[in-house]
């Protein structure tokens, strides 16, 4: 058991502080990384503050995890030391169940093990992310980075960029589809780079004019301004897919109407409350509408090949440790061209005094 430098949130305190945490000793299948950084993503805030619940503590965030291999065990075959490496949303499952066995680990029946906040499978404690100078994770569940691809850029890949990578690919987007993407945050700009790279015809929806430029810049064909109603009818059952990753209560069956004959609506935004939809939203056209988690290691290494083929990463803002707490700030107010990301090598260490 070794120790390491972590930010995470105690029992008596509610703001991140610097902590020091166990690593368990490297076992034969496991491998040791060095975090060089680590991306913020909104569930970091909804775990730390409770606001999906209760959590084990300390809880310490971060599944958006790039760093280099310092150490590996005996039965290790697919990582060396210094090869670059990558940690998404999961770190274990049963390894049985159906879906498990089918390379879908993300829907393991018996509980997919997170990255952080969920129980050991010893019983011995919890997991903690990537808020921390090192992680120790069995070989299954560590990826290989592109070494062409900026290794901060390439952080939020691992979350949002997979939660989209995925049901594009699951639900048939490809060459020549028409696809329409509604929200340019962090999941909405990653989604506009992959369907414009599979050569799908992209249109952002967006409420602001302002975002236009920013649209065509990531790769989208379009931009409809959804306050504009002349516009909003006109483009009335003319797309294949719509992609929801607005995580706001919002009217889920006016976007629907976009869609054609055989449409099918994509939700990756977990809006927090129950969404209004008739029936005959669906019927008189035969809509579809599905939902999708975060995809598999299998998926997400597809995904991250696929990156390093096309040239694609995050557009991020990279920050140092004590700052994590007014990044957090910020992306509540969504005031971030699209990521944030920790220079974790670079600035986590005895000295870190976080800002609030």
């Known amino acids: 058991m070794s120790q390491v430098y972590a930010l995470g949130v105690t029992e008596s305190q509610k703001h991140l502080q610097l902590i020091s945490i166990p690593r368990r000793e490297v076992g034969p299948s496991d491998v040791h990384i060095h975090v060089e950084y680590c991306g913020i993503c909104h569930s970091d805030l909804h775990h730390c503050r409770q606001e999906w619940g209760d959590t084990m503590k300390p809880s310490v965030p971060g599944h958006e995890i790039v760093g280099k291999v310092t ?9 060396k030391v210094g090869d ?5 949303c999961l770190v274990n499952s049963c390894r049985e169940c159906k879906p498990c066995g089918h390379s879908l680990v993300q829907y393991c029946t018996k509980g997919v093990v997170l990255t952080y906040g969920s129980p050991l499978t010893d019983g011995t404690g919890h997991t903690m992310g990537g808020y921390s100078q090192a992680m120790v994770v069995d070989e299954a569940f560590v990826l290989s980075v592109p070494t062409n691809l900026d290794p901060a850029a390439v952080a939020p890949l691992l979350c949002a960029g997979i939660t989209v990578y995925s049901p594009l690919k699951h639900y ?7 696809i329409a993407v509604l929200g340019l945050g962090g999941l909405g700009h990653m989604a506009v780079k992959f369907a414009s790279k599979m050569g799908a015809h992209v249109t952002v929806l967006s409420r602001s004019e302002g975002k236009r430029q920013q649209a065509l810049a990531l790769g989208a064909e379009s931009v409809l301004i959804t306050t504009d109603a002349d516009a909003f009818n006109a483009a009335r059952s003319t797309f294949e897919f719509v992609l929801d990753t607005i995580g706001d209560e919002h009217d889920v069956s ?3 109407d976009l869609l054609g004959v055989d449409g099918t609506y994509i939700m990756v935004g977990a809006s927090p409350k129950p969404f209004a939809l008739s029936a005959f939203s669906l ?11 975060v995809g598999s290691i299998k998926e997400t290494q597809e995904m991250l ?4 083929e096309h040239g694609i990463v995050s557009d991020v803002e990279v920050v140092k440790a004590e700052y994590v707490e007014k990044a957090w ?19 986590l260490n005895a000295d870190t005094v976080v800002q609030v």
Request: hydrophobic share 45%.
């Open 71 to 79: 150490q590996i065990g005996s039965l290790v075959t697919k990582f």
């Open 84 to 88: 670059s490496v990558g940690v998404g």
């Open 172 to 178: 048939g987007v490809k060459a020549g589809s028409k």
């Open 254 to 256: 006016a976007y629907m």
């Open 283 to 293: 019927i008189m056209k035969r809509i579809k509408i599905g939902g999708s988690a």
């Open 305 to 308: 090949d696929f990156c390093g």
């Open 329 to 347: 700030e910020r992306v509540l107010k969504s005031d971030v061209k699209f990521r944030f990301v920790i220079d974790v090598a670079g600035s």
